[in-house]
């Protein structure tokens, strides 16, 4: 239990550390640096040289290991995961207010339960393009709060259900009576510079609330982006711990999963094939070797999915009933949502017996639709063989959803022994 408690608490820091996916990608490369990788620009020549690198784009990480002895054709074993997680962005010209109020536009990112963001104090935090070309990470503290009505004004709240326009009801009050007030003056400050500096900028809406873990004997942990920086802690721990097998051992963390990964820096995009492309270029890969590379590579997805809900049991499936702390996820999906296939299902198991760890499946109620991954994307784009994994949780979505204290060191145990297998 100890371990699984330090684990978390190491988790909890890379949340606290990572407000938008351009930090959770900075704060990756800078733990990978830390362990001896060393940056990629995507600009210049490639490096063959045996070690550690990496490669940012935008809120987008790839890592990767080559060995000591490489050879042009060696096969790929890599952790996909993402850097994003829903919520909000800033919207442009976003002072907005009246009656004495001032207030931000907002555009809401991917699908937030939106009712969790209501009476929680926030801040904003994302990339700023300056006029002088420089890119800088930002955070504020807490500035703004999306205040609920009073259960006064609406007496049949409790009945009828909270119901919250999009557009009106979303806007978070950030100060009061002080009209001559504007935001990325605010922003500018807390970057060290001023707003007439600002050329651009994606600044995502967080909650400030530290993550906690709680319970009678420390069984859960409480934090905001869950889905998916635990997925993403756990490959960055995994990668740095296992330095063998006989692969080119890989992270990719993509941006924009939460809204259907279809950008530069997402898993529709190209990001993932180009490196792979140029390593295997600069190891002197012949075009049939690379596709040889390919066809003996997999890809472990990892994504967060749904443990079952004690108060609402007749959503989930029957007979596949996953629960917190009683091991990571299997995802399985017949409509190829997930990738998971039997065959991948089966190296997965292998895998948690070499690592020691219970695993569990996740198949949706026929009756309710079923999310999706970059598995499937990875899958279809490269021919890579995918398996659809990661850890249970609770509120998913949720400005502040809910694991296990033991499932994130497990799900990073099994990725230590998918990255050293060799089959």
């Known amino acids: 239990m100890a371990a699984a408690l330090d684990h978390v608490a190491d988790l909890a820091a890379f949340v606290e550390a990572s407000p938008s996916s351009h930090h959770a ?13 060393v940056e990629q620009e995507e600009s210049v020549e490639w490096s063959s040289e045996p070690g550690g690198h990496y490669v940012l784009r935008d809120g987008a990480l790839v890592a990767w290991r080559i060995p000591d002895v490489a ?29 004495g109020w001032q207030q931000l536009g907002v555009e809401i990112y991917g699908a937030p339960l939106l009712n969790s963001w209501l009476d929680r104090e926030l801040g904003l935090a994302g990339r700023l393009v300056l006029s002088d070309g420089r890119t800088v990470l930002v955070r504020t503290a807490a500035i703004m709060r999306i205040p609920q009505l009073a259960i006064h004004l609406d007496r049949s709240v409790n009945d009828d259900g909270l119901r919250l326009d999009k557009q ?8 009061v009576g002080h009209p001559g007030i504007h935001v990325l003056d605010h922003v500018a400050q807390a970057a060290g510079s001023s707003a007439g500096d600002i050329d651009g900028y994606d600044l ?3 909650d400030t609330t530290a993550p906690a873990i709680f319970g009678p ?11 998916n920086l635990s997925s993403m802690h756990a490959s960055i721990v995994a990668m740095i711990n296992t330095n063998d097998g006989e692969a080119i051992q890989m992270i990719a963390a993509f941006d924009h999963e939460e809204l259907g990964s279809a950008s530069r820096s997402g898993a529709s995009g190209p990001l ?24 003996q590579s997999v890809c472990l997805s990892a994504d967060t999915g749904h443990a079952i809900h004690p108060n609402y049991p007749a959503r989930h499936d029957p007979m ?21 296939d039997a065959r991948g299902a089966a190296l997965w198991r292998r895998i948690c017996r070499a690592a020691g760890i219970p695993t569990q499946e996740f198949v949706s109620n026929n009756a309710m639709p079923c ?21 249970p949780l609770l509120s998913m979505h949720s400005a502040r959803e809910l694991a296990g204290t033991e499932d994130p060191i497990n799900l990073t145990r099994a990725m230590e022994a998918f990255l050293a297998s060799k089959s």
């Open 25 to 37: 990608a900075a704060e990756g490369a800078r733990r990978l640096g830390a362990a001896g990788f």
């Open 71 to 99: 050879r042009s054709f060696m096969s790929f074993r890599i952790l996909g995961s993402h850097t994003d997680s829903p919520g909000f962005t800033l919207k442009p010209r976003a002072d907005t207010g009246g009656y």
């Open 168 to 175: 009106v009801h979303t806007a978070p009050v950030w100060s």
């Open 204 to 206: 995502r809406v967080y």
């Open 217 to 227: 004997h420390q069984e859960f942990f409480a934090s905001g982006r869950l889905d």
């Open 272 to 295: 993932l094939a180009d490196v792979l492309t140029r390593i295997s270029a600069s190891l002197g890969a012949t075009l049939d070797e690379q596709h040889r590379s390919l066809a």
């Open 320 to 340: 596949n009933q996953p629960l917190l702390n009683s091991g990571p996820l299997l995802k399985v999906n017949a409509n190829q949502r997930y990738a998971t």
């Open 371 to 391: 999310g999706s991954t970059i598995g499937p994307l990875t899958a279809t784009r490269l021919g890579i063989a995918t398996i659809d994994v990661g850890i």
